[in-house]
């Protein structure tokens, strides 16, 4: 699909336009460094975007390679003058980069790419800007932070690339399950994704609140969540209400989670529509349990180790397969009551795998929509039993009872709602 064939509106292949276009968003990524008082500002910026688009409209290749490196030779010689100038602080080549993609959005205007012209530029106005809040996020990262980061870039953009694209089947004899590797591997990815994310969240501002502690602690660890929720009442009883409404909240982040897999990966072949209103039902009950039966200024500290472990993600990976494979034989062999059986089971150890397992095989078309739904609600289910089941650990009985019983309560409203659903 060509972008700019999409903008045909605007006259932006007139090249009077391309090259105003240019000089404009040269001038915008030069406000920031004109703003710092830089060496190359505004007016640099915006002539320098102005020669890449030239020198491209003229349209010899050789002119737009020169262009190029006299712009490389110029930030080098305003990066050394820098360092002279301010006694030896350092070689800064931040401004001297920026002059170069300057020229890169010039060119990419003058091409007619335009929306990655805009983009480029917005993108890195906006490194530019943010270069405090950037170097204290940075600076602020522990070693075992720094290396899940680095885990997870290479397991989202090196390994998903090298995936093979398309369906294959899998099975013995009569019995195949068709899997996408690329789109198996995705939902792992964006699984381990939620749970950084909810990490940080969780780390900046989890003391602040039982709502953020349990809601997106559950995001991150369900099974964290409960294990301190036990230690807390233990140290302190009279912790108990707001302690259950961070397993409830818990359970909320869980069916939040399942939801927007059941939703998101389900476009191509039909959204399922089935799973909103029961899964609704369990995010909107915990909620509002929780919000009566705590109070919510209680703080609760959480404490999760790791923002993101490539054990965990390659062993959910591998859970994550095997649910795919076993559960389209099991539906094969035993039909769908098989499936059942199996997201069931494989709830109790993760929702998230029984949910994604079943979108699988939906986007296969090895399960019906209504099928995939019960076995999404299955999984939940069996989530939200292993909660309340862990509870039964803490000395405290009156704790592990309130879990038990507004466990029962979800999982009864949820019941009742897809029973209605279905007359």
Not at 115 to 124: D, H, I
Not at 264 to 282: K, Q, R
């Amino acid at each position: 699909m060509n972008i700019p064939g999409q903008l045909s509106s605007l006259p932006l292949d007139t090249e009077v336009v391309q090259v105003l276009l240019a000089a404009a968003l040269g001038l915008f990524l030069g406000l920031e460094r004109e703003w710092s008082h830089k060496s190359a500002g505004i007016r640099t910026f915006s002539l320098v975007a102005l020669l890449g688009a030239v020198f491209t409209v003229v349209g010899a290749e050789a002119l737009v390679v020169v262009g190029g490196l006299l712009v490389i030779v110029q930030g080098v010689l305003v990066a050394v003058d820098r360092m002279r100038d301010e006694d030896k602080e350092g070689l800064s080549l931040t401004t001297s980069v920026s002059m170069l993609v300057a020229y890169g959005v010039g060119v990419l205007v003058a091409t007619e790419f335009v929306l990655e012209a805009v983009t480029v530029t917005v993108t890195s106005s906006l490194l530019l800007v943010l270069k405090r809040e950037l170097h204290s996020f940075a600076w602020g990262l522990s070693r075992a932070e720094l290396r899940s980061a680095a885990e997870f870039a290479i397991l989202a953009f090196v390994v998903y690339p090298l995936l093979p694209a398309g369906e294959f089947e899998l099975g013995v004899r009569e019995l195949t399950v068709t899997v996408e590797p690329r789109v198996i591997w995705l939902l792992v990815v964006t699984v381990a994704g939620i749970g950084i994310v909810n990490y940080a969240i969780v780390q900046n501002y989890g003391g602040r609140g039982i709502a953020v502690t349990g809601f997106f602690g559950g995001l991150a660890s369900s099974t964290a969540v409960v294990g301190t929720m036990i230690d807390h009442v233990r140290q302190h009883p009279e912790a108990r209400s707001y302690a259950v409404a961070a397993i409830l909240l818990a359970d909320a982040a869980m069916a939040v989670r399942n939801l927007a897999i059941a939703v998101a990966f389900t476009f191509e072949s039909g959204v399922l529509v089935g799973a909103v209103v029961p899964l609704g039902a369990v995010i909107l009950g915990s909620v509002v349990i929780a919000a009566l039966t705590a109070d919510w200024d209680e703080t609760v500290p959480m404490d999760l180790d790791s923002p993101f472990s490539l054990r965990y993600v390659l062993g959910f990976g591998g859970l994550f397969l095997l649910v795919v494979v076993a559960g389209g034989l099991a539906a094969g062999q035993f039909g769908t009551v098989g499936f059942y059986v199996t997201a069931a089971l494989t709830g109790l150890v993760s929702s998230a795998g029984a949910t994604t397992s079943a979108v699988i095989l939906y986007r296969g078309g090895g399960l019906s929509a209504e099928a995939t739904v019960v076995a999404i609600l299955l999984a939940t289910a069996a989530s939200i039993v292993v909660k309340a089941g862990l509870t039964v650990a803490s000395p405290d009985r009156t704790f592990a009872r309130r879990v038990a019983v507004y466990s029962t309560v979800l999982l009864v409203a949820a019941g009742a709602v897809t029973a209605a659903g279905t007359v």
